[in-house]
């Protein structure tokens, strides 16, 4: 079993920036695909971000296109954690932020956190 606590949502303005963490439980994590997903209001969960393990100690990352230059997924496996951090954040990116774990493509996997809300003001 896997728990995934996610934190550093919140409000700010347009053009600002952001920093969400995830933390979470279980012995393999460092083998683990973890990704980012959100949701926006009567909008179905979309895949934001995710980095994955290449083998040994190689990951690869990839985003959304909408996204993409301005978000940057990252990973702490000593501490468990995986990061988003936001830059250039548009109002459209105003959404519930959901963590994962075991992604497959831009498929969820099986363990999901609480989610952190994150709101960009015009």
């Known amino acids: 079993q896997v728990q995934l606590v996610e934190s550093g949502g919140g409000l700010v303005q347009a053009g600002g920036s952001l920093r969400l963490s995830c933390a979470a439980s279980?012995?393999?994590?460092?083998?683990?695909?973890m990704a980012w997903f959100r949701q926006a209001p009567e909008k179905e969960r979309e895949f934001v971000a995710a980095?994955?393990?290449?083998?040994?100690?190689?990951?690869?990352?990839d985003y959304a296109d909408s996204v993409k230059g301005r978000f940057t997924i990252s990973r702490d496996n000593a501490k468990n954690t995986v990061y988003l951090q936001m830059n250039g954040l548009k109002p459209e990116d105003t959404a519930v932020y959901y963590c994962n774990s075991g992604v497959i493509a831009t498929m969820p996997g099986d363990f999901w956190g609480q989610g952190t809300q994150v709101t960009v003001s015009s």
């Open positions: 980095i994955r393990w290449g083998g040994g100690i190689t990951y690869y990352a």
């Open positions: 279980g012995r393999t994590f460092s083998r683990s695909n």
